[in-house]
């Protein structure tokens, strides 16, 4: 294989997701993901009641699903429901369906006070079942999710302290899509390989650029935003790895994210020295590669884990700077 061969397919070959940073299908390298997958492995058989805290789209209920498939009864019923739904509707007979398995009540920071009555009455009822050895007869975990804090709810007087006090023992938080970047790669690779699989589509993964442009948006709607425009990139792509071309438009917000990837800040908020449209296929590479490497601090080990290359790999291309990056 020529150089310039090489050089077109090592930053943007990915391998698959690799299952030493998946936890069922959750997806991260960072880390905050990484403390969030000890704890889920060592509550998961434990759990009685758990909060999942989190924003819209960074994976609550995918979080609810992989606690049940960690428990001991993995075998049983995931019984998801919204909780105002589930509080005035007919309960009993999804409790029945939930019984020896996981109930997951969505969307407990919007009740009103007397739903959140009414679910004060289910976890004590739930409690008392489990301490009268009558677990047969109850879900073997509640899981319950949130969009906002329940403890500054209680502050703001939206919330019960008690019904706060019960649900906030455990409490599992998800960050946010932006404050989690260093796992926008893996997760873009793992969205391209499961809509591969789906769709019996062969795709190799992202193009030239693409990971640049997708660092440099602040992603408001999380980890479902970003599957939605791999997927829809998937879609329209022609041949084996996604361009450009192929993704919806992104909204030109800033970048939220923390001051350890400034070169996405940068790309949001400032004037760019370099052209992005820029056709030079070799000076296209190095501007990815310089740009993942910003956004890593320098680091080149974690650089070339993003980029899907090995570290000799990524030296070689540094070296070869000099010579191809021409003004």
Known sequence: ?????????????????STRWMLGQMVGRSPAMERLFLQMRYLANHLRVALIEGESGTGKLLTAETLH?????????????QASAFLRGNCSALLDEARGGTLFLTHVDALTPEDQARLLQ??????????RNNAEHAPRQILVSSRHSLRGLVLQGQMRADLSYHLTSVRLQLPALRERREDLGLLADHFVEQFSKLHGKPLRGLGPGVLSHL????????????QTTIHSGALMCEGQWIRMIDLPLLSAEPVEGPARFPAARAAAQGP?????????????????????????????L????MLGISRSTLYRLLEAEGLHMVR
Not at 1 to 8: A, F, G, H, N
Not at 215 to 226: F, I, M, Y
Request: hydrophobic share 40%.
């Open 122 to 131: 289910l976890l004590e009822w739930h409690q008392h079942q489990h301490t």
């Open 272 to 300: 760019v020295l370099e052209d992005p449209d820029d056709p030079n296929l070799d000076r296209a590479i190095l501007r990815h590669i310089r740009h993942v490497l910003a956004g890593v601090g320098g680091n080149k």
């Open 302 to 305: 974690r650089a070339a884990r």
């Open 69 to 81: 498939g960690l428990a001991a009864g993995r075998a049983s019923s995931f019984v998801p429901c």
């Open 215 to 226: 660092l440099a948006h602040s992603w408001p709607g999380n980890v479902r935003e970003l």
């Open 1 to 17: 294989m020529s150089r310039t061969r090489e050089m077109e397919r090592a930053p943007f070959e990915q391998a698959p997701a």
